[in-house]
């Protein structure tokens, strides 16, 4: 059976920095991702990895001050979140696919419960 369980997620103030962790169980993933979602809005895309973390993807608003990488010996991916802002607050997903990375929701396969992450000002 394939679960998906963020962690780390919690309560920072804006410049803080958090870092959240997904570990996968069942089986291995080409790719993963992470994604938001804020009240009253769709779920977004964050930041994408591919199997050998050789390649990286992520959302404008992020660059430069999240990080997506993983650890395929713990079959885990995990996102560095510096600087934080209140716009940041939302529930965090993990996903994964046999795929391609990408920014697609559609595209992923498996999805996490899901972590908050509130920012205050």
């Known amino acids: 059976q394939v679960q998906l369980v963020e962690s780390g997620g919690g309560s920072v103030q804006a410049g803080g920095s958090l870092r959240l962790s997904c570990a996968a169980s069942?089986?291995?993933?080409?790719?993963m991702g992470w994604f938001r979602q804020a009240p009253g809005k769709e779920r977004e895309f964050v930041a994408a990895i591919n199997w050998r973390g050789s390649s990286t993807y992520s959302e404008d608003s992020v660059k430069g001050r999240f990080t997506i990488s993983r650890d395929n010996a713990k079959n885990t991916v995990y996102l560095q979140m510096n600087s934080l802002k209140p716009e940041d607050t939302a529930v965090y997903y993990c996903a994964a696919t046999g795929g391609r990375a990408t920014s697609r929701t559609g595209e992923y396969d498996y999805w996490g419960q899901g972590t908050q992450v509130t920012v205050s000002s």
């Open positions: 069942g089986r291995t993933f080409s790719a």
